[in-house]
């Protein structure tokens, strides 16, 4: 099984910056397209990012788009998720999966288990 830890959330003011990891543990990330998804309080979990495993293609949600920047270590067997620019409306929890995605767009959700994720708050 694929096991993923995402750490990196906190605290944050408006116009802050948070880095989200992802680590892969037991398996190679490089082999895998890594996504992250967020779910907030009382919504859907939506994704809100894909990078290829080579790291050739990123895409974004339009929602962060300009805003976060993912991108990839596969030497360390992690995956980044740099947040400039915060919103309250990114208060989620943030979560990463591993997949054979192509990132021609974001995922929508991952058919496999989740990890614990990692809390994201902005506010003052």
């Known amino acids: 099984q694929l096991r993923l830890v995402e750490s990196g959330g906190g605290l944050v003011q408006p116009g802050g910056s948070l880095r989200l990891s992802c680590a892969a543990s037991?398996?190679?990330?490089?082999?895998?397209?890594i996504a992250w998804f967020r779910q907030a309080p009382g919504k859907e979990r939506e994704g809100v990012s894909c990078?290829?495993?080579?790291?050739?293609?990123?895409n974004y949600a339009d929602s962060v788009k300009g805003r976060f920047t993912i991108s990839r270590d596969n030497a360390k067997n992690t995956v980044y998720l740099q947040m400039n620019s915060l919103k309250p409306e990114d208060t989620a929890v943030y979560y990463c999966?591993?997949?054979?995605?192509?990132?021609?767009?974001?995922?929508?959700?991952?058919?496999?288990?989740w990890g614990r994720g990692t809390q994201v708050t902005v506010s003052m």
């Open positions: 999966a591993a997949a054979y995605w192509i990132c021609t767009v974001v995922p929508s959700t991952h058919l496999g288990s």
């Open positions: 037991g398996f190679t990330l490089g082999n895998y397209a």
């Open positions: 990078i290829t495993s080579s790291g050739d293609r990123t």
